[in-house]
């Protein structure tokens, strides 16, 4: 009778995927806690708070870079989100099944397993997210064939070429959406004498992004506080200033690609021209991604089918094969 959940937990959003029902839950990774560390709110109704909260309340993310930051706060956040999947009245324990970023260590990866299980789950497994991306995007892991993913989150990159169900080189790096929305956050300070929030500079990313420049720009209007004199002030940005804005961070992530890339054995890297390069994630949905790939590595880049869900749909074809995919998976009793 036990339930399975599947958990992408990322810095940013954490999916619930549930065998036979789909993604049940896509919420933001945010709590609330007051002064005296009681947990006020979390998810959606937390990530309202950010920047809105009195002094004597903290809205803040317990997940850095894909990993553990708070241990408390995210096996609380952990439990909220299993309670709200098997609903109130369940008595059986789940077994749970986690993402976890491609460089975790293995002090990391206890602690994932450890939380799931506190926060309620019969067994707690954890796989590597470019592995569940992988399989997220429909692609046959098992084969000997040599396929490339680059899992683009909020907090990190996972750069993985995967042939026989195996990761046979990888990297990853917290480098993400997280970080080009810091690093448009500095360019309008810097260029505009005007400070914006996180949440502003993510919607300035997702509306006029792009990762390369365009001849015929995108505009936006922007609100935020004048760093000189205090007061509310609009400016216009453009999708050319945001790709100089977030230049710096894109080089870091095909960095990454090159590095796997200059690891991989050479007959995988025939794979890899043939097949492409897989894209997931929901930072690389930003405009133009691919094509600024394809450009640095001379490899055609694709873009998986639904990219932001592969990571939490792979969650759930694993836990429905976990005989068949067991080499992959990392197990706690």
């Not at 903290?58 to 309670?83: S, W």
């Not at 008595?91 to 299980?117: H, Y």
Request: proline share 3%.
């Amino acid at each position: 009778m036990a339930k399975k959940l599947g958990i992408d937990l990322g810095t940013t959003n954490i999916l619930v995927f549930v065998p036979g029902k789909g993604i049940i839950l896509n919420e933001p990774s945010v709590v609330a806690v007051s002064e005296d560390n009681k947990i006020l709110a979390i998810g959606m109704e937390a990530k309202t708070m950010i920047g809105r909260t009195p002094e004597n309340i903290i809205a803040y993310r317990p997940m850095k870079d894909g990993v553990i930051a708070d241990y408390r706060v995210t096996e609380a956040m952990l439990r909220y989100y299993i309670d709200r999947a098997l609903g109130r009245w369940n008595i059986f324990k789940p077994d749970v099944l986690i993402s976890v970023p491609a460089g975790v260590t293995s002090t990391e990866r206890r602690a994932v397993i450890e939380a799931a299980i506190k926060a309620g789950a019969r067994n707690a497994y954890v796989v590597k997210e470019p592995i569940l991306a992988a399989i997220g995007a429909g692609i046959s892991i098992q084969e000997a064939t040599g396929h490339m993913i680059v899992d683009i989150g909020g907090g990190t990159t996972d750069v993985a070429v995967i042939s026989l169900g195996g990761i046979v080189a990888s990297t990853s790096i917290k480098v993400a959406g997280n970080k080009m929305d810091i690093a448009i956050t500095d360019y309008i300070k810097k260029n505009f004498n005007l400070v914006i929030g996180d949440k502003t500079a993510e919607d300035i990313k997702i509306t006029v992004g792009s990762a390369i420049s365009l001849d015929e720009e995108l505009v936006m209007s922007v609100k935020g506080r004048d760093f000189v004199l205090g007061l509310p002030r609009t400016i216009e940005i453009k999708t050319n200033e945001v790709v100089k804005a977030i230049s710096k961070e894109l080089r870091e992530i095909i960095k990454a690609v090159k590095e796997v890339l200059q690891e991989t054995p050479p007959e995988l890297s025939s794979d890899i021209i043939d097949q492409g390069i897989i894209m997931t994630g929901g930072s690389s949905q930003l405009r133009n991604f691919p094509e600024l790939m394809f450009r640095r590595t001379g490899v055609k880049a694709v873009l998986a089918k639904e990219a932001y869900f592969c990571v939490a749909k792979g969650t759930g074809v694993a836990l429905e094969h976990l005989d068949m995919y067991k080499k992959s998976v990392i197990a706690k009793k």
